[in-house]
């Protein structure tokens, strides 16, 4: 009895760092276009207010801005820090990599590899993005 504990015992803890270490591919997001009424374009400010109040909403925070360009940073459960840059225009948006903290990012032959979560969160800004312009 004692040996089959001991064995799972074992395979748990040398799995654990294993699984810890995970990354996938970094990608970055394909651009996203923005669906409204034919012909009608959002102007600047308001879309610059829609990305961060959809960032926001997720504890997304704006920490540098120029013309097109939005940095958002977040800082999930005091632990993992993300930062990208959202570049849009009235046509559309693309988010891109910037840095991370605690994230196992590393470059191996060429590409990137990222904690797997970061695809999710990005994914999730992605579309309180497009939520948000839909709504103008």
Known sequence: MKLPILLLSLTL????????AKTDKLEPPQRVLFVGPAGRTPAPDTLRG????AGALRGWQLIEEAPGRMVLRNVIRGKHTVVVAVVYDPQGFQIEYVSSENLNYKERRGQAYIHP???QWVANL???ISARVAAL
């Open 50 to 53: 829609a990305i961060a109040g």
């Open 117 to 119: 979560k970061y695809h």
């Open 126 to 128: 992605a579309q309180d």
């Open 13 to 20: 803890a040398l799995a654990a760092p294993l699984a810890a």
